[in-house]
C-alpha cells in the first residue's frame, strides 16, 4: 500500500515539470495504471472473491441508479396489487400493487446506508476506543476491557430487539442501536495490534528520539491497522445488513421505508402466504438480494482477510 | 482445509434454504382423504384448540377491553341474560318482565345454580353484582350509578331492579352484567388488582385451569355441576400460533379464519365447512379536533372523506374481503342501519374544491397550505397497521393532504386514543353490530358513560354537537322500538353531514372448521366472530 502511495506521489511530481501534451499523456498512462493497479488487486482475489465483488458492484449500482433504472414508484401503488412478474412490472407488485423492482432498487440504498454507517460508525469508535486502550494501557484498559468482556457476554439480539422498541421505530436508532454493538470486535482486534507493534523495536527507536503519541499514530500505528480494520468493517457491513433486516422483519424498523428486511416483513405477515403463488415472487425477489448482498460480502471479506495479512494467504 | 469446510457448509446451507424455499409450496395435495361419514347432529369434543394470545387475566375486572379477552371471561361467568343468533335469551334469570314502562325490571334467578367453588348462588349474588358493578365499572360492563336507582330482592328468587330512566339499552346492559359470587368480592375494595384464583370463580360452564401470561395461553374445564346446557367441548385451550393456517391444517388448532387468497384451498372439500361472517368488525379514523383547529372544520372532514377510495383499501387491505364504512356510522348488516344517509363516494375533485374553499389553495411540494402557511400535515396513529396507513397516505397524497405514520403496537394505541395523545388516529375493533346506542357513547357530549373502557366506545372527548347529543340522548330512553328507530336514522344522517370520524370498512372474515370433529360453532345476532359464543360450546335443543 505504502509503496503505490509514494509511486503516486512521484508521478505527481514529475507532472509538474511537463508541458500539457505530455502532462495529457502522462495522466493517460496514470489511468492505465491505476487500471493495472485495479485488475492486479481484483486479480488477488480468489473465484468466489471475484464473484462477490461483481455482486458486490452490482448492488451498488441498483442502488446508486435506482430513480433512472426503478422505473416505478417505490412508495405509490403503480399497478393491480400482487401480480406476478410481467412486462411492466419486472419482479411482479405486492398487496398494494407497490412495484417490487422498485422496492428492491430503492431498498438497496436503505441496506447500504444502514450496513456502511454502521460499519463506520462500529469500526471508528472501535478503533478509537481500541488504541486508546492498547496505547494508554493501566487501569484505562482494564476498564474498556471489561465494558468489551461486558458487550460480548450481552446477547445482541434480544437486547436490540428491547432497545429498538425502546428508541421507537426510525433508520437512525436502528444504525445506532446495531453500532452500539458492533464496536466491541474491532476494539479488541485493534487493541491486540497495538500492543503488539508498541513493543517493536522502531516504534520504542522514534519513541526513544522523542515522537509524540500523536505523530506515532498518524505514521506508524494507522497505517498498518487500517487494513484490518477495514476487513473488520466489511465483515460488520454484512453482519449490519442482516441485522436491519431481522429488526425489520420483526417490525421495529421505520415501518414505511422500503428496506429489504421490511419487504420480507410484509410478505411474510401477509396471512397465508405459503398458500398462494405469492411467495414466488413477493418474499423470493428481496430474499434472493439480501442473500446475494450478503455472501458477496462474506466472500470479499474472506479475501481481503487473506490478502490484509499474507500469514492467512500461505495455501 | 477449515476454508473448504465453510464454504461447503455454505453452499449446503444455500441449496437447502432454496429446496425449503421450494416445497412450501408443495405441500398443496396432503390429506385430501376425507372420510365420508354422515356428520351426527351432537358431536361432543374432548379437546378444542384455538388461537391464543395473552388477553390478561380472566376476572371481570383484569382482562384486556377486546373481545378475545371478554368472551373468554365470559366462558368462566354467567349473567343474567345470554345472546343467540337471534337475540337475548333467559340464562341465569328464567323468566324476565320489565313492569312500569320500562322503570322496573323483574328478574327470577334460576334455582340450584352453583358457583365453581360449590357455594349456591342466590339473589343476593346478583343484588352484590349490580351493586359492585356500579361502584367499579367492570372492564364490560355498562350499567352506572347513573342507571340503577335501586336493587331490591324481591321473595328468594327475585330481583327487582328500579332505574332512572326508563330505557330501550337497560335490558341488555342488566342482562349481560356478569354476576360475580358476593361471598369473594365483598371485601375486594380494589378489584382491578385482585388477581387471585378466587377471582375467576363464576358460575359458567368453563373453569379456568390455566392461564401463562407470557405464553398467551389459556386452558378451560368443563364445569361439572353447572346448572344449564351440558358442555360440549370438555376442554377449551388456546395455544400459541404463528401460521394460524399451516396450524389449522395440521389440525393443531380446530378453527381458523382464511383471506379470500387461500379460500379455495377449503372450498369444495367435504372435510371443511366455511362461513362467512357477518361485517361487524371494522375500522375507524378519528380526528383530535382539541389539537388541530382545522379537524374541527366539517368542510376538512368531509374533503378526507371524498379523497379516501374505500373500495381500494377493502381491496389492497382485506383482499376484497369487506364492506365499505357507512358515513352514518352503522354498518349495513345493522338492524337500524340507515341507507339513505349521503355517502361520500370517491372524488379527488371534490376534496380538492372543499380544500380550497377553506383556504388551502396553494400547493407546496405536493402539500396544500393556505395563505398563513399552515401546512395539511398529520400524523396518524395506527396500531401496527401499517399497510392500511400507507394506502390512505397515497390517497390522502391526491388530495395534497401530507401523512406521517406513526406506527406502535396495538394496546399503546389503544391507551392513546383513550388519552387523547394523538392527531389522527384509526382503531379497528368489534362491536359494530352492537345496539344502536354505542352511538351515543361515541359522540354525545352529555357523557353519562358508563366507564366502560371497550374500544368500541372509543372517542375523540371533546366533539361536541348539541343537535346531535339531545337525539342521542333521547333515544337512550325511547321504549317504543320504531320511534327509536327513527330517531338513529336521524343521528345517522346528522353524522354523515357532520363526520365527526370516518367508518372506513367492516371486515368479512371466512372461518373454516372440520365439522368431522366439532360442529358447535354458532354466531350471537351482533357479533362476528364464532369462538366468542358461548352457545358455541353447549348443547342445544
Not at chain 1, 396489487?81 to 436503505?110: F, K, M, N, S
Not at chain 1, 418474499?283 to 490478502?307: Q, T
Not at chain 2, 339513505?340 to 396544500?368: C, M, P
Amino acid at each position: 500500500m505504502s509503496r503505490h502511495s509514494i509511486q503516486l506521489l512521484d508521478a505527481k511530481q514529475k507532472i509538474t515539470q511537463f508541458t500539457f501534451h505530455e502532462v495529457y499523456q502522462k495522466f493517460i498512462s496514470l489511468g492505465h495504471k491505476i487500471w493495472v493497479k485495479i485488475a492486479c488487486f481484483f486479480n488477488k482475489f480468489s473465484i468466489p472473491g471475484k464473484a462477490g465483488l461483481i455482486g458486490l458492484s452490482l448492488i451498488f449500482l441498483i442502488a446508486l441508479l435506482a430513480p433512472w433504472i426503478a422505473g416505478h414508484s417505490p412508495r405509490v401503488s403503480s399497478g393491480p396489487p400482487l401480480i406476478p412478474p410481467a412486462w411492466p412490472h419486472i419482479l411482479g407488485t405486492d398487496e398494494l400493487g407497490v412495484d417490487l423492482w422498485a422496492q428492491i432498487c430503492y431498498g438497496a440504498r436503505v441496506s447500504l446506508l444502514v450496513g456502511i454507517s454502521t460499519a463506520l460508525l462500529a469500526g471508528l469508535v472501535g478503533g478509537a476506543v481500541g488504541i486508546i486502550s492498547g496505547y494508554i494501557g493501566g487501569w484505562v484498559d482494564k476498564i474498556i476491557m471489561r465494558l468489551v468482556d461486558i458487550m460480548i457476554v450481552l446477547p445482541d439480539l434480544p437486547v436490540m430487539i428491547v432497545l429498538a422498541a425502546f428508541f421507537g421505530p426510525s433508520l437512525v436508532n436502528i444504525i445506532l442501536v446495531l453500532a452500539l454493538f458492533s464496536w466491541v470486535s474491532p476494539a479488541r482486534i485493534v487493541r491486540s495490534q497495538v500492543l503488539m507493534l508498541k513493543e517493536q523495536n522502531y516504534i520504542k527507536a522514534a519513541e526513544i528520539y522523542g515522537a509524540s503519541p500523536w505523530y506515532l499514530l498518524w505514521k506508524h500505528f494507522l497505517p498498518e491497522l487500517l487494513p484490518i480494520l477495514v476487513v473488520n468493517m466489511i465483515r460488520l457491513t454484512g453482519r449490519a445488513i442482516v441485522a436491519e433486516a431481522s429488526l425489520s422483519f420483526l417490525g421495529l424498523g421505520d415501518p414505511t421505508s422500503r428496506s429489504w428486511g421490511l419487504i420480507i416483513h410484509h410478505a411474510t405477515s401477509f396471512k397465508g402466504i405459503y398458500y398462494t403463488d405469492f411467495w414466488k415472487w413477493w418474499l423470493f425477489y428481496p430474499w434472493l438480494f439480501l442473500m446475494l448482498m450478503v455472501v458477496s460480502l462474506a466472500f470479499i471479506s474472506r479475501d481481503l482477510e487473506r490478502i490484509a495479512d499474507p500469514r492467512l494467504g500461505k495455501k | 482445509m477449515p476454508k473448504k469446510r465453510s464454504v461447503k457448509i455454505i453452499s449446503l446451507l444455500v441449496l437447502l434454504t432454496f429446496f425449503s424455499c421450494l416445497f412450501y409450496g408443495c405441500s398443496k395435495d396432503n390429506d385430501n382423504t376425507a372420510k365420508a361419514s354422515k356428520p351426527e347432529s351432537k358431536k361432543t369434543a374432548d379437546v378444542i384448540r384455538l388461537a391464543g394470545g395473552n388477553y390478561g387475566y380472566l376476572s371481570p375486572y383484569a382482562h384486556y377491553p377486546r373481545g378475545p379477552g371478554s368472551f373468554k371471561m365470559r366462558l368462566i361467568f354467567d349473567s343474567l341474560l345470554e345472546k343467540d343468533e337471534k337475540g337475548y335469551i333467559p340464562w341465569l334469570a328464567e323468566k324476565y318482565e320489565s313492569k312500569e314502562n320500562g322503570k322496573q325490571y323483574l328478574f327470577t334467578i334460576r334455582d340450584n345454580v352453583k358457583w365453581h367453588d360449590g357455594k349456591p348462588l342466590t339473589a343476593e349474588d346478583v343484588k352484590f353484582s349490580f351493586k359492585y358493578a356500579c361502584k367499579h365499572p367492570m372492564v364490560s360492563s355498562s350499567i352506572s350509578q347513573n342507571d340503577i336507582e335501586k336493587v331490591e330482592i324481591v321473595g328468594d328468587r327475585q330481583v327487582l331492579v328500579t332505574v332512572k330512566k326508563p330505557s330501550a339499552v337497560m335490558l341488555g346492559n342488566l342482562g349481560t352484567t356478569r354476576i360475580i359470587p358476593k361471598h369473594i368480592w365483598e371485601n375486594v375494595d380494589n378489584p382491578k388488582e385482585f388477581l387471585d384464583e378466587e377471582a375467576v370463580i363464576g358460575c359458567g360452564p368453563y373453569i379456568l385451569t390455566d392461564y401463562s401470561k407470557e405464553h398467551g395461553t389459556y386452558r378451560f374445564e368443563a364445569f361439572k355441576d353447572y346448572w344449564g346446557p351440558k358442555q360440549r367441548v370438555k376442554v377449551i385451550e388456546f395455544i400459541p400460533v404463528s401460521e394460524a393456517i399451516l396450524a389449522f391444517e395440521q389440525g393443531e388448532i380446530d378453527m381458523t379464519s382464511v383471506t379470500p387468497d387461500v379460500l379455495p384451498r377449503f372450498e369444495n372439500d367435504p372435510q371443511y365447512k366455511i362461513v362467512e361472517s357477518p361485517a361487524f368488525w371494522g375500522y375507524r379514523m378519528i380526528f383530535n379536533m382539541g389539537e388541530t383547529p382545522v379537524f374541527r372544520q366539517k368542510e376538512f372532514r368531509q374533503a378526507i372523506c371524498y379523497a379516501l377510495d374505500k373500495d381500494d383499501l377493502i381491496e389492497k387491505v382485506q383482499r376484497g374481503a369487506g364492506v365499505p364504512g357507512s358515513a352514518g356510522v352503522l354498518p349495513p348488516g345493522h338492524i337500524m342501519y340507515n341507507p339513505n344517509v349521503k355517502q361520500y363516494d370517491h372524488s379527488i375533485e371534490k376534496a380538492v374544491e372543499l380544500l380550497e374553499k377553506l383556504g388551502y389553495d396553494k400547493l407546496k411540494n405536493g402539500v396544500r397550505v393556505n395563505s398563513k402557511g399552515e401546512k395539511l400535515s398529520f400524523n396518524l396513529l395506527v396500531g401496527g397497521e401499517v399497510r392500511l396507513a400507507e394506502v390512505i397516505k397515497e390517497h390522502l397524497g391526491k388530495a395534497g393532504i401530507e401523512i406521517n405514520v406513526q406506527s406502535v403496537d396495538g394496546k399503546t394505541r389503544d391507551a392513546r386514543v383513550n388519552e387523547n395523545k394523538y392527531q389522527l388516529a384509526i382503531t379497528g375493533h368489534g362491536g359494530w353490530g352492537n345496539d344502536a346506542d354505542y352511538l351515543r357513547e361515541r359522540f354525545s357530549d352529555d357523557t353519562t358513560s358508563s366507564g366502560s373502557i371497550s374500544p368500541n366506545m372509543a372517542r375523540f372527548k371533546g366533539y361536541s354537537k348539541p343537535e346531535l347529543s339531545q337525539l342521542l340522548e333521547k333515544q337512550f330512553e325511547t321504549i317504543d322500538e320504531n320511534e327509536r328507530k327513527k330517531q338513529i336514522f336521524e343521528a345517522q344522517e346528522l353524522l354523515a353531514e357532520d363526520v365527526p370520524e370516518i367508518a372506513l370498512f367492516y371486515t368479512i372474515s371466512y372461518y373454516v372448521y372440520k365439522p368431522e370433529k366439532y360442529d358447535g360453532w354458532m354466531f350471537m345476532f351482533d357479533h362476528h366472530s364464532l369462538e366468542h359464543s358461548k352457545l358455541s360450546y353447549l348443547e342445544r335443543d
